[in-house]
């Protein structure tokens, strides 16, 4: 693997192919569980882990399981990580498991890690794969943590749970409340569109 | 072998090895994710009842049900604390089925006397900004030290003596109401609650 490919992969996963900002895929965590910062970046993590772990799996084995059933075996494989997060989380990081209990399941469901199983992991080396789990995890990850510190920073005047705002500061309930998420992840997008916008134009 | 045959048996194969990988978790698992919850349990438990108890409440508990307790007259444990045999105070969860919006369980701890000495709030899902103002400027501590012959159990509005919110009575309504149907039912039942043995934990 050259420098120029870990490159592409890294630039590709967190930025230029970002799962949130241009793929749109995963919507039902990022704008389920971003009420704070806190919790952007803990469920970003754990999907992190899974994509990472049933990435390398599903690289592993992309030779072995035959083409007519890949799908259901990454299924499989995906599932087998997260419920290995989820047991693990409630384990040994019981409170961060409290919050975001309700969504860990879902990330099953999450179209990026099976997206990435099948147009990246089913393709490539495992050393690629994990590289583009952990790229596209940190690009989530960054999106996530966004939108959760703008929701809690306008919908609480807090950033991890510290008061940021004045006193006097009327919080925007509105953002904590699931439209705000819509509306703070438009937002989110405008900016995203116009730093791509500004760097195509000066080339 | 048939093709579909193949498959079957190679998606089974995939099947078998995540399972046994699942069962390896669970099993390194399970001892802290039942420590946890045995702590928080008791943490939550500690932070109603009468100080000072030496006996493990979240263990010696015995199951009541009644319909003043929560609507389904669903059993409930009654965990007891307990000082060199003699008995403190008890902690039960009663729910409030008539909050703004869903249930609201409420973890009450109560002295020998029938007393209040502590109220938790577990699970809700009021209005935020609104009916979890609950949880501000100490509101839950005005019942401490409260009992059925000291104190008009009502919020002001209907001539008790507990606060309401402006904008916000059903929330404390439901829950002053919640707290004094699980008082009435402690009163009659207190020597079934402390003398029946303890149940033996499914754990």
Redesign the interface.
């Known amino acids: 693997m050259s420098v120029s490919e870990t490159k592409e992969i890294i630039v590709n996963g967190f930025w230029k192919n970002n799962g949130v900002f241009v793929q749109m895929l995963g919507m039902c965590p990022t704008l389920g569980v971003t009420t704070s910062a806190e919790n952007g970046i803990g469920m970003g993590l754990a999907t992190t882990a899974v994509l990472v772990g049933s990435n390398l799996v599903v690289s592993m084995v992309r030779k072995v399981v035959p083409n007519d059933v890949r799908i259901p075996a990454f299924i499989i494989i995906i599932a087998s990580f997260v419920t290995i997060v989820d047991l693990a989380m409630n384990a040994f990081v019981h409170d961060l498991h409290k919050v975001l209990g309700l969504f860990i399941p879902l990330i099953v469901v999450n179209c990026i890690i099976l997206g990435r199983a099948e147009a990246f992991a089913s393709k490539n080396t495992p050393v690629s794969a994990i590289l583009d789990g952990i790229s596209t995890g940190l690009g989530f990850t960054f999106a996530l943590f966004l939108l959760g510190a703008a929701r809690e920073l306008l919908g609480s005047g807090q950033l991890f749970g510290q008061q940021i705002m004045p006193a006097d500061f009327q919080p925007a309930l509105g953002f904590i409340l699931p439209p705000g998420a819509f509306i703070a992840l438009g937002f989110i997008l405008v900016w995203q569109k116009w730093i791509d916008q500004r760097s195509a134009a000066k080339r | 072998m048939p093709?579909f045959l193949?498959?079957g048996v190679?998606?089974m194969i995939?099947?078998l090895i995540?399972t046994a990988?699942?069962a390896g978790?669970?099993d390194?698992?399970r001892g802290?994710?039942a420590q946890?919850q045995r702590q928080?349990l008791l943490n939550s438990l500690a932070q109603v009842l009468p100080k000072g108890f030496d006996n493990a409440p979240e263990r010696d508990f015995v199951q009541l049900a009644d319909k003043r307790i929560n609507r389904k007259a669903k059993p409930v444990p009654f965990y007891r604390s307990r000082k060199a045999g003699t008995d403190l105070g008890v902690a039960f969860m009663v729910t409030a089925p008539d909050g703004y919006s869903g249930n609201i369980d409420i973890l009450i701890g109560v002295d020998a006397t029938g007393t209040v000495t502590g109220i938790n709030i577990v699970a809700h899902a009021e209005t935020?900004?609104l009916g979890d103002k609950i949880f501000k400027n100490n509101w839950l501590g005005a019942f401490i030290g409260k009992n059925l012959k000291n104190a008009k159990w009502g919020v002001k509005k209907d001539g008790g003596e507990f606060d309401q919110f402006a904008g916000a009575t059903i929330t404390p309504r439901a829950i002053v109401n919640a707290i004094k149907r699980g008082l009435d039912f402690y009163a009659e039942n207190q020597e079934k609650i402390f003398k029946t043995p303890a149940e033996e934990s499914a754990k």
């Open positions: 093709h193949k498959m190679i998606l995939v099947g995540a990988i699942l978790v669970e390194v698992t802290p994710i946890t928080e935020p900004g």
